[in-house]
Each structure stands twice: as structure tokens, then as C-alpha cells.
């Protein structure tokens, strides 16, 4: 008897004490899944302080997608209504300065819960992000957190809108690249889908950016040159050789599409120069000049020198098609 007693104890003590570390592995149902979810937000957090790096180029072409980057046309309603006018491109006497490309950047779209909510039918559009190695994780603590809240998950403020940060903080900080010039903008030495030929540029690699997206990109420009014989067949007809200096002038491209940088990943930016766009008419009311007209109209019979102190108007109107947003200059990475 005394021995079975003995069995019985020890039975029971073993069954106690599995209970006791199951229930402290494993918890209750609900904190089990509170913690799961707080394991994969710290996960998370932890996965995008890994850097990224943002490898930007430049492709510059004319309005026209044929294989001569040296020479296109351009309409234009003046002297008369679809004025031809022909450029022939000097491009050994044409360049670009870039002082720099800044770049700002804001978190991915999911963060576990950090900055606002939105619909979670909004989420669709972000298929493209969730090609990332973390689409798995991610699904799994949006499930965690569903949970919670059948309608709204977390989310931080539109990409459109860099986030009021200090300078401390990643996604507060300005990223720029190195200042280049790139000579001979208008020759040939690649092939773009869509675009006919361009002219491939590298202007530099932004190592060490927070993952996320980009939220906003400024280019500063030192100068850009363009010299160019313009010649046209309607009256007045003649030829003019155009030397075009722009100089000390930025320009800020909307965001027009979600460019996601992932880590350990070199995330390619195309910055798109069509510098036919700068002879574009102008639209301002109550006129819409033309540039070109206006040129054939200078005091200068043929050679027609356009800044900041010599044919001042010919000069603000080119600025004017300079800063139209996606006009010159465009988010190529947006159009790919």
C-alpha cells in the first residue's frame, strides 16, 4: 500500500508539473497570439534598419522616339498654326552640371501600428511592395492584428508627403548624390523601351537610406547648356544658331508613383531629361508665346544667345517649361 502511494504521489507531480510548463510556454489562446504579433512588429522593426541603396541615372532624349538624339522637330502656332521648326543639336557644346539630387524618404507603408490608420481595402495597391521577403511576415502579423480590428490596420501618412522629422531621425534626413557633369547629353549610346535611343547617364549610388519609400526629389542644377542650329520653312524663314546657358536653377518632381527601396537591395531611379520640352510654346495666359517665334524675332539675326542678362524674355519663358512639372524633366522609374 505504502508503495503504491509512493507511485501515486510521483504520478500526480509529473502531471502538475507538465501542466505548469506547458502553460508557461505556451500561455492562454489570446496572449499567445498578442505575443506572436509582438514578436513579428519587433521583427519587422528590427528587418528595415537594414540599409538600402538608391542607384540614380539619368536618361536624356528629344520628343521623338526614333534613333537621332542630334536632331527632331517641334510644332508650333506661330507665325502660323503648325509652325516646323528643325533642330540640329551641337553636342559637343552641350552639358549638364548637376550640384546634386536630393532625395527624401518615408517608412514602408506597414509598420505595425506607428503613425495612422487607414481602409484596409486602400491596401490592393501595395502588391508591388509585398513582393519584398517579408511578404510572408507581414501577412502573418496583419492576420495577428486583424484580429483586433477587422476594418483598419496601420499605416503612416501618404508617401506623396515627407514626414515632419527631426534631422536625427532616417526618414527626417535629406540624401543627396555627388555633383557630376555630363557632357554630350544629346548622343546616342542605348536603347529605351518605348523611347527610341537615349543617352544613359549614371549620376551617382545613395548608400545607407532608410527602406521605405520615396517621398519627394529635388535636383539642383549649376548650369545646363544646349546649343542648337534652328532653322524653319514658313515666313519668316531662316536659320538661327540658338546657344542656351541656364544657370544656378532646381527643380522639384512630384511623386507620381510608390518607389519602395528593400534592404540589402539597389533600387534604380530614372531620372528622364527631354530637353526638346524647354522650346515648347508657353501656355500663359492672356498669350500663348512661342518661344521659337520669338527667337527668329531676336535682335540678333542669327546667333541668338539666351541667359539670365541677354534675351531675358525668351529666357523666362524657357524657365517657366524648365519647372512644369513632368514636363522637362520626369520620374522615369514611374513610367517603366
Same mark, same amino acid.
Given at each position: ?7 501515486? @504521489? @510521483? ?14 510556454? *505556451? ?70 552640371? =548637376? ?10 507603408? +506597414? ?106 526629389? =529635388?535636383? *539642383? *542644377?549649376?548650369?545646363?547648356?544646349? @546649343? ?27 511623386? +507620381? ?25 508657353? =501656355? ?33 519663358? =524657357?524657365? @517657366?517649361? *524648365? ?14
Amino acid at each position: 500500500m505504502l508503495i503504491m502511494g509512493q507511485s501515486i @504521489k @510521483k504520478y500526480l507531480l509529473l502531471v502538475v508539473n507538465g501542466l505548469l510548463l506547458f502553460s508557461c510556454t *505556451f500561455g492562454s489562446v489570446g496572449n499567445s497570439q498578442e505575443e506572436e504579433a509582438l514578436i513579428l512588429q519587433n521583427l519587422l522593426r528590427v528587418g528595415r534598419e537594414i540599409p538600402s541603396s538608391l542607384d540614380v541615372n539619368l536618361l536624356s532624349y528629344d520628343t521623338q522616339s526614333d534613333d537621332n538624339l542630334n536632331q527632331f522637330n517641334i510644332l508650333s502656332n506661330l507665325p502660323s498654326a503648325n509652325s516646323s521648326y528643325s533642330f540640329n543639336m551641337v553636342p559637343g557644346e552641350s552639358f549638364l552640371d =548637376i550640384n546634386r539630387v536630393e532625395f527624401r524618404f518615408n517608412p514602408p507603408d +506597414r509598420i505595425g501600428g506607428i503613425f495612422s490608420t487607414k481602409d484596409q481595402t486602400s491596401l490592393i495597391d501595395d502588391e508591388e511592395y509585398n513582393l519584398s521577403n517579408n511578404e510572408n511576415t507581414e501577412n502573418k502579423l496583419e492576420e495577428a492584428m486583424g484580429n483586433q480590428s477587422n476594418s483598419l490596420v496601420k499605416t503612416h501618412t501618404p508617401f506623396t508627403v515627407p514626414l515632419d522629422l527631426p534631422q536625427d531621425n532616417p526618414y527626417g534626413r535629406t540624401y543627396s548624390t555627388p555633383s557630376i557633369r555630363i557632357t554630350a547629353y544629346s548622343n546616342i549610346n542605348s536603347n529605351g523601351i518605348g523611347l527610341g535611343s537615349v543617352n544613359r547617364q549614371r549620376i551617382g549610388i545613395i548608400s545607407n537610406v532608410p527602406q521605405g519609400l520615396v517621398a519627394s526629389t =529635388i535636383v *539642383f *542644377f549649376n548650369r545646363l547648356d544646349l @546649343k542648337a542650329n534652328i532653322s524653319r520653312t514658313v515666313v519668316p524663314a531662316g536659320n538661327r544658331t540658338v546657344t542656351l546657358s541656364l544657370r544656378d536653377v532646381h527643380i522639384s518632381l512630384p511623386t +507620381r508613383c510608390r518607389i519602395a527601396l528593400l534592404p540589402n537591395v539597389s533600387r534604380e531611379y530614372l531620372l528622364g531629361f527631354r530637353y526638346s520640352s524647354l522650346f515648347r510654346d508657353v =501656355i500663359a495666359n492672356p498669350s500663348n508665346p512661342s518661344l521659337l517665334d520669338d527667337i527668329f524675332n531676336a535682335s540678333d539675326p542669327v546667333n541668338v544667345i539666351i541667359t539670365d542678362l541677354s534675351n531675358t524674355n525668351i529666357y523666362t519663358n =524657357i524657365i @517657366k517649361n *524648365f519647372e512644369l512639372p513632368d514636363n522637362v524633366f520626369i520620374q522615369d522609374t514611374c513610367s517603366l
